[in-house]
């Protein structure tokens, strides 16, 4: 992880924050939802919350239904319409976080400079578990969120968990102390 970014943006009092996957209907706006929802557990800094798809297949729809069931279920409100990551992103938002290599690396394909792609992570990148694994090297998978688009409850089930410990880890680095 590239720890400077994360300390260069500790102290602030606002920061943006986008979530990346593929389609923008599952995974990116069940991390948005997660995060919109877990973020007023702390006071400082206050966070915009996004998301997007590297793909323009979903743009103007609305979640995967099963997405959107699973989050409500465990008691998170978020309304999305997917839209697609554009370059533009890049100079709104303070963090970009990705859900597969994939993701990533379509992102990163399109940041015009290092202070750009600093801003890249997988979301996973900040699970405590997962914290100390390098993005580049041959274990990066283990910080993929799986996709569980049109799979059953139980793999959105797990995506979910998967999201809320990364969420979790995040907030916890980026709370004001």
């Not at 706006?29 to 979903?58: C, E, F, Q, Y």
């Not at 465990?74 to 709104?92: C, P, R, V």
């Not at 799986?146 to 709370?175: F, I």
Request: one cysteine or more.
């Amino acid at each position: 992880m590239n720890l400077s970014v994360i300390s260069s943006i500790k102290g602030r009092d606002q920061l943006s924050i986008t979530m990346v996957c593929l389609g923008n209907i599952c995974r990116s706006p069940m991390a948005a939802a997660v995060l919109a929802n877990k973020k007023r557990s702390i006071k400082s800094p206050v966070i915009t919350v996004d998301s997007a798809g590297t793909g323009p297949w979903h743009i103007g729809q609305g979640p995967h239904p099963s997405s959107k069931k699973i989050w409500e279920k465990a008691g998170y409100k978020h309304e999305h319409t997917a839209k697609q990551f554009k370059s533009n992103d890049f100079f709104i938002h303070d963090l970009i976080l990705v859900m597969d290599s994939s993701n990533y690396h379509n992102v990163i394909s399109m940041a015009e400079s290092e202070e750009h792609r600093a801003k890249v992570f997988y979301l996973r990148s900040f699970d405590p578990e997962l914290k100390g694994i390098d993005p580049n090297s041959a274990d990066y998978f283990k910080l993929e969120v799986p996709d569980p688009y049109n799979q059953s409850d139980e793999a959105y089930e797990a995506t979910l968990a998967m999201v809320e410990r990364a969420v979790d880890g995040l907030l916890e680095e980026l709370a004001h102390q």
